[in-house]
């Protein structure tokens, strides 16, 4: 029976948020809300190049919002998730919930969210 959730629940993983980095920065902004590349870089201890690639494949599949911001100094850009983007990293999490639920009965109440999903990764 294991098996055959764990093949069923793995069938719709989202690919693009399926992969560390990304995973981390989606998870990062949607607790937090909007960051700075700055910010994002910073947090997730990657260089300028690795969090580049990463935020332009989010953001060309409609998961990331940019904006320009100008402050003291340069302009500084602020991404933030998409609703495209919040849902599908919700979803996500589901889906990685549904795989690591090995004990009937103990789904999670999809009414929770976000919030709800976060804090079974972190329990």
Known sequence: MTDERTRSASKGIDTLLHQPVRTRLAAFLATRGEATFTEL???LDITDGNLDAHVKKLLAGGYLLARKHQGKGRAQTQYRLSAAGKRAF?????QLNALLNL???TEQDPSDGITGSLRLLHE
């Open 90 to 94: 919700e979803s996500y999490v589901q």
């Open 103 to 105: 004990e009937p009965g």
């Open 41 to 43: 870089k910073n947090v």
